[in-house]
């Protein structure tokens, strides 16, 4: 075999270890044994006459002439996955998580996707939690989902591609008969002694309460202790009913009855949400919606940060992360 005669199953599993630099999870993401993925990319290494990656017990990394491939795997690939869609059928349903039936800011995207792009089936799911969502999504049984990527494990979030979306304003949600409740605006001090549910002891938010810990810290806020999981909205606020704590949630969640939603200010707290998706997902829904995001993006200044906002260390200026 030479280069001409590559086998873009080979491409498949040299981009899968480049983007992974790990063979084991490499392989789990192709459906495929550790060994036969190895015994893939030696083929593919003699076939080109040049080793492409560097092995050793600990790390694995691209040699130069793995970098100098990696941009023509992909556009074989590409070229590979648009010629397998010219002669097939309509694509398959795009299944989306937007976390909540309400309107939500994933929901916002999903609608004017489905306006670009008509002829694709983009399916609603409710994961309820970005940590489960992208754990589906690794997996192969979700497509894309929204929140707080930062905040993933980083060997999950390595698996994943994600862009920025917005910067979501937070905002607490109390019983209407709370002291605060009068107010307008809630500053953050005022919480202070206050018990606030942020889905501590769920595993599927664990982005979220992490993102709430973060918040908290040093401000005299606690975090409120587990509640069962409720599903939907009506469990949700019966759930809330019985403990009566206040609720982390954005300026955009779901009104509760006997509820009130006041934005938090002095800081503004903003909650960094993205879209999520797998690396190797090509789809004409996901153009759609990655095109969606763009519009909303620019029209509504979604990703600007007002002077004097609060954003978790990861996204800060100078603190890294992503």
């Not at 908290?216 to 606690?222: E, N, S």
């Not at 403990?243 to 707290?269: I, Q, S, Y």
Request: charged residues 20%.
């Amino acid at each position: 075999m030479t280069a001409r005669d590559v086998d873009p199953r080979l491409l498949r599993g040299f981009l899968a270890v480049a983007e992974e630099l790990h063979f084991s999870r490499a392989a789990a993401r192709l459906y495929v044994a550790q060994q036969a993925l190895s015994r893939d990319v030696r083929r593919l290494e003699q076939a080109l006459g040049t080793p492409l990656f560097l092995r050793t017990t600990r790390a694995v990394e691209l040699t130069a002439d793995g970098e100098r491939l990696l941009p023509h795997a992909r556009d074989v690939l590409r070229a590979h996955e648009e010629l397998a869609a010219a002669f097939a059928g309509p694509p398959r349903a795009l299944l989306v998580d937007t976390n909540t039936d309400g309107p939500s800011t994933g929901r916002q995207v999903l609608e004017r996707a489905r306006e670009l792009a008509p002829g694709c089936e983009l399916m609603a799911r409710f994961e309820s939690g970005l940590t489960h969502a992208a754990a589906e999504i690794a997996a192969g049984r979700l497509d894309v989902s929204f929140g707080y990527a930062a905040g993933l494990a980083p060997a999950l979030r390595a698996r994943l591609a994600h862009r920025p979306v917005r910067y979501e304003p937070l905002a607490v949600l109390l019983p209407e008969d709370h002291a605060l409740a009068a107010r307008e605006t809630v500053p953050l001090a005022a919480l202070a002694g206050e018990h606030v549910y942020a889905g501590a002891g769920n595993p599927r938010t664990l982005e979220w309460t992490g993102l709430a810990r973060e918040l908290f810290a040093g401000r005299g806020i606690a975090l409120a202790p587990p509640a069962p999981v409720a599903v939907g909205k009506e469990e949700f606020h019966r759930v809330m009913a019985k403990t009566r704590n206040p609720v982390l949630a954005t300026v955009g969640f779901l009104e509760m009855p006997g509820c009130v939603k006041r934005p938090l200010v002095d800081p503004v707290p903003l909650s960094p949400l993205s879209m999520v998706w797998r690396k190797d997902l090509s789809h004409p829904g996901l153009d759609a919606l990655d095109r969606a995001a763009g519009e909303l993006q620019n029209a509504g200044g979604w990703l600007d940060v007002p002077a004097g906002s609060w954003l978790p260390a990861a996204l800060t200026p100078g603190a890294g992360g992503g």
